[in-house]
Structures are given as C-alpha cells and as structure tokens.
C-alpha cells in the first residue's frame, strides 16, 4: 500500500513537471516567431526612412496608402497597391508592409510597418 502512495506521488509530481516544461516550451516557440516579426517590422520602417532619405520614393502621393484605402506602399512603382505582403526578408521568411497617411492640418507624416512571420504579427509606426 506505501509503494502505491509512493508511485502515485512520484508520478504526479512528474506529470505536473512535464506540464511545466511543455508551457514554456511552447511560449519560446511564440516568442520566437513574435521576435521575428517584430524585426521585420523594424526593417519596414527602416526601409521607408531609407526610401525618404534617397528620395526614391514621393511620401506625398494624393491618395495614401493606409488602412482606409486599403493600400500599401510599393516602391517599386512609386505608388500605392492592394496587395497584402509586398516584401519578403529572405534571411528569415518574415514579411513586412508598409502603410503612409499624411495630414494636411498638422504637416505630419505617419508610417507604419506591418511585420508578420508565421501567424504572429507585430507592427511598428513612426510620425515625423
């Protein structure tokens, strides 16, 4: 009957172990995949500083490209498209769009990247 009580403890303390190492190891996995994303998103806003930078890109287009109008920057062409993902980090297989809104009132321009990797997505915004 003791060794009964025994392996019951010891098992039940191993399974409440287990239960405890697999939670963390899924959190990891998410806080991987949110790292990623997260990153892709800063690369997003890093390329459109570098597009403003270079003037390679004209950020005072008449239509926005942002959630309203459902449109997101492509460089490329100079102009604004309704594609989802534009731009694939090859590194990591992270994705990365952009979103620009300019008000006319206070001259402000926001940008705003959209990271995603896997399912998780992360975004970044930056107003000057």
Request: with cysteine; aromatic share 10%; proline share 2%.
């Amino acid at each position: 009957m003791m060794t009964i009580l025994i392996l019951g403890s010891i098992l039940s303390v191993t399974m409440i172990a287990n239960t405890i190492i697999l939670n963390n190891l899924s959190m990891n996995i998410v806080q991987v995949g949110a790292t990623k994303a997260f990153f892709a998103s800063e690369s997003g806003v890093e390329r459109g500083l570098w597009e403003i930078r270079k003037d390679a890109f004209d950020f005072t287009l008449p239509i926005p490209c942002d959630t309203v109008t459902n449109k997101k920057i492509r460089f490329e062409t100079s102009g604004c498209d309704t594609i989802g993902d534009l731009y694939i980090l090859t590194g990591n297989n992270s994705k990365f769009s952009l979103e620009y809104k300019m008000e006319v009132i206070d001259a402000t321009t926001t940008i705003t990247s959209f990271g995603t990797y896997g399912d998780t997505a992360r975004n970044t915004q930056i107003e000057y």
